[in-house]
């Protein structure tokens, strides 16, 4: 089968090892669903997705996209910003998967930003069981934010290394301000 290098099957890839059947993952920021999707098909019927999401318009993609691939009863979805995660999810998760920027297609005026991303992925780290996985895909550049880039990975940089591996990838010979995929594997 012929690989894909397009940054989210690329992060799907990666992120399949950490998910088993009956897990609990979520994904922060719904969009289009397709992180959702993918999440409720790996964790099986006996799973739980939980998908956030500020924008009405991104949750019905998502619960149309899920209802047409028969998944929507795998997947709890929440009107909500992700820095409210903790609020809705009282069990550890296996994976955490993020896309920081904007909905594709949508307002770019709406967008995440660094504040409210870094409290969530603080909170995510706590969620996440031993050996669990965070996955965060950063967009930047022009109207998307190299300030909540920035921020987001001074405080990846800061983690315990005892406790934390963060892997910051590169897609280091495309111009115009590629996508960052990273991985953040909780030790212990």
């Known amino acids: 089968m012929k690989k894909s290098y397009q940054i989210t099957e690329f992060c799907h890839d990666f992120l399949q090892d950490y998910i088993m059947e009956n897990d609990c993952c979520v994904d922060a920021t719904a969009g289009n669903g397709n992180d959702t999707e993918f999440l409720c098909r790996m964790t099986g019927p006996g799973g739980r997705v939980y998908a956030f999401d500020i924008q009405r318009e991104a949750l019905e993609h998502t619960r149309n996209r899920l209802k047409d691939a028969g998944l929507l009863d795998r997947a709890v979805l929440i009107e909500d910003g992700h820095e409210h995660m903790a609020e809705h999810v009282k069990e550890s998760v296996s994976v955490i998967v993020f896309n920081f920027g904007y909905l594709p297609g949508g307002d770019h005026r709406i967008a995440t930003k660094a504040e409210t991303s870094i409290a ?69």
């Open 120 to 188: 969530a992925v603080g909170q995510g780290l706590d969620l996440l069981k031993p050996g669990g996985i965070m996955n965060l895909c950063i967009y930047s550049g022009g109207d998307t934010g190299y300030e909540e880039r920035d921020a987001l990975l001074r405080f990846l940089r800061g983690l315990d290394p005892g406790e934390w591996l963060v892997i910051v990838s590169s897609y280091y010979n495309r111009n115009h301000d590629p996508p960052l995929p990273v991985f953040v594997i909780r030790l212990k």
